[in-house]
C-alpha cells in the first residue's frame, strides 16, 4: 500500500495503461505542454512523446470525435474533458456514436474508449460549470458511467476502464484531486459495476458515490457519537448499478438514505430508490428518502454555493428524518 493524492492515482493508472498497451493514448485541452489543467497528466507528454497526449484546441465535439474514430480501428483513446460541463458540445458524438455503434454495425465495430474529468461543483464557477452529469449519461445504453470516490477506485476504475471494450466515462471531481488515500501496489484494477461497503452499520443504511460518499462518511461519524451506526455504500459505478449491496444493507438495517450531489429530479438516487422499494419493501421500516443538491443553477456567491450542495448537517438531518419515521 502507498498513500497517493486522487490525481496521483489518475495518473498513474494512465501511465500504466499507456505502457501496458501501445494502443492507448490521450487527448483534451492541455492535457500535454500544460502538463493537464489539473495536474493529471502531469509528466506523461515528456514520457510517452506527442503521438500519444495530444493537445486539442477548445472543440470539444471534434475531439471527442477523432477519439471514437480512432477506437473504431483499434486504437484505446482516453479523452479528456476540463470539466464534464463541456461535454454537453459532445453530446453527439458520446450518445449517438460512441455508445450506439457496436449495436448499429451489428458488432463489426466496438469503441474501446474512455472519456474522462471532473464532475459537479468545484469552487465558484458559476452555474454552467457547476453541473452532475452522471444521471443525463447513465440514461444512455451502450456506455458504462463510474464514480470513483477514493484514490484507490480512482485508479483502478479507471484502469479497468481504460481496458473494457466498451466506452466508459470517468466522473471524477475537482474537489478530490487533493484527497490522500491508500493504494495497493500492483496491477490494481476495481471490476466496473461492484458496490463497495466503505462502512459496515446497523441502524441506517445511507448510498451514495463521488465526491458525496466523504460528506456521508462525514455524517455517519458524527451519528455515531450520538449511537447511531450507518452502513455506508459507495455504489462506484451507477451504471451498471450493482444493487445487490444496497439490498443486502437495507434488509439489515430497515432504512436507507440515499445521498447524492446532483439536482433531485430524474436522478440516479431516483433509480436507487426505485430498486430499494421493490426489493426491500417487507424489510422496510420507514421510507426511503433522498439528499439532493436544491433544484436550482448553481450560485456564485460562496455562502449560497454552500447551502446548495450537500453537506455533513443535510446528511444528518435527513439521517435523523428516516430514524425518526
Not at 501501445?22 to 500544460?34: A, H, L, Q, S, T
Not at 463541456?86 to 458520446?94: E, P, R, T
Not at 466498451?166 to 484494477?189: I, S, T, W
Not at 430498486?275 to 428518502?289: D, I, T
Request: net charge negative.
Amino acid at each position: 500500500m502507498r498513500e497517493l493524492r486522487y490525481r496521483e492515482a489518475l495518473r498513474e493508472a494512465l501511465a500504466e495503461e499507456m505502457e501496458r498497451d501501445p494502443n492507448v493514448f490521450i487527448v483534451g485541452e492541455e492535457v500535454g505542454y500544460y502538463q493537464g489543467a489539473y495536474k493529471v497528466t502531469e509528466g506523461l507528454l515528456d514520457r510517452f512523446g506527442a503521438r500519444r497526449v495530444l493537445d486539442a484546441p477548445i472543440a470539444e465535439a471534434g475531439f471527442a470525435g477523432i477519439g471514437v474514430g480512432a477506437a473504431m480501428v483499434g486504437l484505446r483513446p482516453v479523452v479528456e474533458f476540463m470539466t464534464w460541463n463541456f461535454s454537453a458540445v459532445a453530446f453527439d458524438q458520446i450518445l449517438n456514436n460512441a455508445a450506439k455503434i457496436r449495436q448499429m454495425s451489428g458488432g463489426q465495430f466496438r469503441c474501446p474508449m474512455v472519456f474522462r474529468g471532473p464532475n459537479g461543483a468545484a469552487r465558484q464557477t458559476g452555474a454552467q460549470h457547476s453541473q452532475c452529469f452522471e444521471a443525463i449519461y447513465a440514461h444512455i445504453p451502450g456506455v458504462k458511467v463510474v464514480c470513483p470516490a477514493t484514490p484507490a477506485d480512482a485508479k483502478g476504475l479507471l484502469k479497468s476502464a481504460i481496458r473494457d471494450d466498451n466506452p466508459v466515462l470517468v466522473l471524477e471531481d475537482e474537489r478530490l484531486y487533493g484527497m490522500k488515500g491508500e493504494v495497493p501496489d500492483g496491477d490494481h484494477l476495481v471490476p466496473i459495476g461492484v458496490s463497495d461497503v466503505k462502512r459496515v452499520g446497523e441502524h441506517l443504511t445511507i448510498v451514495t458515490w463521488g465526491k458525496m460518499l466523504s460528506v456521508s462518511l462525514a455524517a455517519a461519524e458524527t451519528l455515531a457519537a450520538e449511537g447511531v451506526s450507518c452502513e455506508v455504500v459507495d455504489l462506484r459505478s451507477v451504471r451498471p448499478l450493482d444493487h445487490a449491496p444496497i439490498v443486502a444493507s437495507v434488509e439489515k438495517t430497515g432504512r436507507a438514505l440515499v445521498v447524492q450531489e446532483a439536482w433531485p429530479f430524474g436522478g440516479v438516487g431516483a433509480e436507487v430508490v426505485d430498486r430499494v422499494q421493490r426489493e426491500c419493501f417487507g424489510s422496510l421500516k420507514a421510507p426511503v428518502l433522498r439528499v439532493t443538491g436544491r433544484d436550482a443553477s448553481m450560485p456564485y456567491n460562496k455562502r449560497l454555493e454552500e447551502l446548495t450542495i450537500p453537506s455533513p448537517d443535510t446528511v444528518i438531518r435527513g439521517a435523523r428524518a428516516v430514524l425518526a419515521y
